[in-house]
């Protein structure tokens, strides 16, 4: 089992930065990767980005060149430094952890979920 304390979010102006980082607990040893989902009002949850254990990353086409994933091995720790935000980046964000193949991520376990919202 692995748990995930999820930390950071918050309101920010567009153009703005916030980041979010996520604790993980647990048989770590069970997954090869770390990622993050948002779900927005009406919207299906979506990747946002994942980064495996082997440095592997993969971003949402819309975020890649404003977010980036990364992680604190010691700490067991992920982030997503969050940039030149925008009004539709607001979403609840989930941390999660499981498996990627490179292409495909797998996600087993789920971070309770936490807000950000970019106002215009």
């Not at 089992?1 to 040893?29: N, P, W, Y």
């Not at 949402?60 to 982030?79: C, E, M, Q």
């Not at 980046?89 to 989930?94: G, I, S």
């Not at 495909?104 to 789920?110: F, G, T």
């Amino acid at each position: 089992q692995v748990h995930l304390a999820e930390s950071g979010g918050g309101l920010a102006q567009a153009g703005g930065s916030l980041r979010l980082s996520c604790a993980a607990f647990g048989s770590i040893f069970s997954i090869n990767a770390l990622g993050w989902h948002r779900q927005a009002p009406g919207k299906q949850r979506e990747l946002v980005a994942v980064l495996s254990t082997g440095g592997t990353t993969k971003y949402l086409d819309s975020v890649k060149g404003r977010f980036t994933i990364s992680r604190d091995d010691a700490k067991n720790t992920v982030y997503l430094q969050m940039n030149v935000l925008k009004p539709e980046d607001t979403a609840v964000y989930y941390c999660n952890a499981g498996d990627y193949s490179g292409t495909d991520y797998y996600p087993k376990y789920w971070g309770q979920g936490t807000q950000v919202t970019v106002s215009s």
